[in-house]
């Protein structure tokens, strides 16, 4: 009976939650299939604590914001593998264009920041949840957070100052 309650329970959080998650997940890597390959994958870890968990909602965005955080690397060698190959074949500008996209503005933030940003404005989680997913204390992650916006601000100015 207990076994039938926690997977009807799992199946309730599933079906309330991963349609938004692997929402979430498609803004940060503008992708569907790799969102959905994210999103699964978090549910799938998920599983594996399940009795464990104490907060599912935190755990899945956590989990999905590192593995996002996966493919933005892999990304990255994956681009400075074909730029290598690219600057054997062809001249380089000395300076690349710059992108305003917020995305890669995120993305480059350091982790820290990296993530408040990412649970905070993308997966609605409260300062409180933050601070108890991270382990930090709520004026830290308020202070990350600050920092943060600050940092892209910057970013987005500079960007936005370079453009034609």
């Not at 926690?6 to 309330?16: H, I």
């Not at 870890?45 to 956590?62: D, G, I, K, N």
């Not at 264009?97 to 649970?119: G, K, M, T």
Request: hydrophobic fraction near 40%; glycine fraction near 2%; charged fraction near 30%.
């Amino acid at each position: 009976m207990l076994k039938r309650s926690r997977e009807k329970a799992a199946a309730e959080l599933f079906a309330a939650l991963y349609p938004r998650l692997a929402g979430w997940c498609r803004r940060l890597v503008d992708d569907d299939e790799t969102a959905h390959e994210i999103a699964s994958e978090a549910f799938t870890r998920l599983w594996a604590r399940w009795t464990t968990v104490s907060e599912p909602r935190a755990f899945l965005y956590v989990t999905a914001a590192n593995l996002v955080r996966d493919h933005w690397r892999k990304l990255g060698r994956e681009r400075r593998a074909v730029d290598r190959v690219t600057t054997e074949t062809a001249v380089r500008p000395h300076s690349e264009p710059s992108d305003p996209s917020v995305r890669l503005l995120v993305q480059s933030l350091p982790e820290r920041l990296r993530v408040p940003i990412l649970l905070h404005y993308y997966a609605d989680l409260p300062i409180r949840e933050i601070a108890v997913v991270t382990g930090r204390k709520e004026g830290t992650v308020k202070a990350d957070l600050h920092a943060a916006r600050e940092l892209l601000r910057a970013h987005l100015r500079r960007s936005l100052d370079h453009t034609p």
